[in-house]
């Protein structure tokens, strides 16, 4: 796995006085929230202050003081060392499954993992296969991560 990962990108300003507006690739808005710092193209910038708008994070970062500032990271990719991710035994990052087969309860394959899709109830997984499934990630649903297989059991119901 590599030691930095894609958190985000800013897509825009927020108000005058140099807060950006990042989407989010992680989790969630509130899971990068937990981080103190990420990294500009290798540099790292210190999260001084983040709050959550939508699935966005707003977020004002160490040097970027104005709206100039702020408007000339438009554009740029965030990342985050992997060792300052909050996570426990057993837990992944949602872009460390991208690219995992997905398996039914028998084994059968349901496709492969493209994404993930955050919704008020509960974060979908976007498998495909020889069509499109959104799986929510939820126990009832995600039997277990197998990393060393790169496989995801999951329990299918009929329309998902």
């Known amino acids: ?27 969630s808005p509130a899971f990068f929230r937990k981080f103190k710092r990420l990294y500009l193209g290798g540099e790292e910038k210190m999260i001084l202050s983040a709050r959550e708008h939508k699935q966005f ?3 004002r970062l160490e040097g970027v003081n104005d709206l100039n500032a702020a408007m000339a990271l438009k554009g740029r990719v965030v990342e ?11 837990e992944f990052l949602v ?13 059968n394959t349901v496709g492969t993992m493209t994404g993930a899709e955050e919704t008020p ?19 009832a649903f995600l039997l277990g991560i197998d990393a060393e297989k790169e496989q995801i059991r999951v329990h299918m119901i009929e329309g998902l």
């Open 57 to 59: 994070l707003i977020a």
């Open 121 to 139: 109830a509960a974060m979908l997984y976007v498998v495909r296969g020889e069509r499109e499934h959104l799986i929510p990630a939820v126990p």
């Open 1 to 27: 796995m590599k030691e930095y990962v894609e958190a985000g990108r800013i897509v825009n300003t927020h108000g005058v006085n140099g807060e950006v507006k990042i989407e989010v690739w992680l989790d």
């Open 95 to 107: 872009q460390d499954l991208i690219g995992f087969t997905v398996v039914d309860e028998e084994g």
């Open 80 to 90: 985050v060392l992997r060792a300052d991710a909050p996570l426990k035994k057993g």
